[in-house]
């Protein structure tokens, strides 16, 4: 009876021993450096008579986006959000929208990212592209006599205005 139990801990151990084992593969840090640009499409629709201050914007990259130490691949999801809004009114001939871009999520990985917004597909060319002075990642669309309304798949090309890593 003591050998079974005896076989039976030490198989029970060998089994905790093996399963309780991490994974082994360590992700490698990827380095983004500031001027690096790449494109986007938006997946939620920015309308200023209707997208609200705070509303989270999501992309999705359009290439494989190469830095040191590895690669964010085409179709992760990089995260903005609304931080200014205003539309045409009798007082205001020309409608704002600000734009931050926050983070680029693969995998389980997360880069932090700073940069500002150099076009976007299918805006009026009279649109105006503002960046801020006090927030490096903080872009103002503006446009005269109209309401910006973009709609979701159109492409928007970002340039970092800062260095990034993933992790942290």
Request: net charge neutral; aromatic share 6%; hydrophobic share 40%.
């Amino acid at each position: 009876m003591f050998r079974i139990i005896l076989a039976l801990s030490i198989l029970l151990t060998g089994f905790t021993l093996c399963f309780a084992q991490g994974d082994d593969t360590t992700q490698t840090q990827i380095n983004l450096k500031a001027g690096m640009e790449f494109s986007v499409k938006l997946e939620t629709p920015i309308d200023v008579t209707k997208t609200k201050v705070g509303s989270d914007l999501s992309f999705k990259l359009l290439a494989d986006l190469k830095g040191e130490g590895g690669t964010i691949p085409k179709g992760s999801v990089v995260s903005g959000r609304v931080v200014e809004i205003q539309k045409v009114s009798a007082k205001k001939n020309h409608s704002v929208v600000g734009i931050i871009i926050d983070f680029c999520k693969f995998g389980e990985e997360f880069v932090m990212l700073n940069g500002i917004i150099t076009s976007v597909e299918g805006m009026p060319e009279n649109v105006k592209y503002e960046n801020s002075d006090k927030n490096l990642s903080i872009t103002t669309l503006s446009l005269e006599g109209k309401n910006i309304m973009i709609e979701s798949g159109k492409s928007f090309n970002i340039k970092l205005t800062k260095n990034a890593k993933s992790g942290e």
